[in-house]
């Protein structure tokens, strides 16, 4: 038994994914995938999720496909954005506060949530290690969220985190002003800008 050509066109077009809705959406049985997985073409990544058998898992990327509502933000958005360079052993996201993840999903990372009228506030796209484009915070809000954390975030990363902004050649601080005046930390960041600039 082979893959469908158009079932690995899916396959290729997104980065080596594929979810039952994707398979229903093209016509098919979800069934299909069951066939498929027993005969080892595909593997179950995690319920409704599934790649080739050679795929190197791309955790973000699969984490994020699971619930599209999910930001990356925080550490995760930090190592996202370039300003750290390490990985986050577990992902921090925001989801709006009138949503919820469900308990498995609730293993997988660290879940903030955040009032949904600051919700969509610096969403943008970055891209993974492995190229898949996921949503996270700019580095503008993820600067603002740190400081508003700043009793449960690691004092280096913290540190390590508003000393590559302030180095950055990307950096906007009229936007970074405006967030953080929005989220109520303006002065905290005027503080901490004031020294590194």
């Known amino acids: 038994m082979i893959l469908n050509e158009r079932v690995k066109e899916r396959l290729e077009l997104q ?4 979810s039952a809705a994707d398979v229903v959406s093209m016509g098919f049985s979800r069934n299909l995938l069951s066939v498929y997985v027993r005969e080892g073409l595909l593997v ?3 319920q409704g ?3 080739l058998p050679d795929w190197m898992e791309d955790d ?4 994020a496909r699971g619930y599209p509502r ?3 933000s925080h550490e995760s958005a930090l190592f996202l954005n370039g300003l750290s360079d390490r990985t986050p052993f577990i992902h921090a996201v925001s989801i709006p506060k009138n949503t919820s993840l469900s308990a498995a999903q609730r293993e997988k990372c660290i879940c903030h949530y955040v009032k949904p009228e600051f919700y969509d506030m610096g ?3 970055c891209k993974t290690v492995f190229g898949n484009e996921v ?3 700019n580095a503008e809000r ?6 508003r954390a700043k009793n449960k975030t690691d004092i280096e990363t913290l540190t390590a985190a508003l000393k590559n902004y302030a180095a950055s050649k990307d950096k906007n601080v009229a936007l970074l002003g405006s967030y953080a005046s929005s989220l109520k930390v303006i002065k905290e960041i005027q503080m901490y800008m004031g020294v590194l600039l």
């Open 44 to 46: 179950r990544v995690k």
């Open 60 to 63: 973000m990327f699969t984490l």
């Open 49 to 51: 999720l599934y790649s």
């Open 135 to 137: 949503r996270c915070y």
């Open 70 to 72: 999910m930001v990356f």
């Open 142 to 147: 993820t600067i603002c969220d740190l400081v």
């Open 123 to 125: 969403i943008i796209t």
């Open 15 to 18: 980065n080596g994914i594929l």
